[in-house]
């Protein structure tokens, strides 16, 4: 696969990164305790809103 090609987050439908799509970008620490920014892309508004269900995630921070 391309490296232009990622994997919706919550749905598993193939993203083209250089088009268009809902993403959230969380700071997170590693396992090693650093902090890190996580980048999360979604196909849609609608998986991006369950993902953000499942995990609780409450933040309205989002970029397009």
């Known amino acids: 696969m391309d490296s232009h090609y990622l994997s919706c ?3 598993t439908t193939t993203l083209d990164i250089t ?4 993403i ?3 700071e997170e620490v590693n396992e090693i ?3 890190v ?3 999360y892309h979604f ?3 609608d998986c991006r809103s369950q ?3 499942e995990t609780e995630y409450n933040s309205d ?3 397009y």
Request: net charge neutral; aromatic share 4%.
């Open 61 to 63: 921070t989002v970029a």
């Open 51 to 53: 993902w953000k269900s």
């Open 9 to 11: 987050v919550c749905c």
């Open 24 to 26: 959230i970008i969380r």
């Open 33 to 35: 305790g650093e902090d």
């Open 19 to 22: 088009e268009s799509h809902p």
């Open 43 to 45: 196909c849609s508004g």
């Open 37 to 39: 920014r996580v980048t």
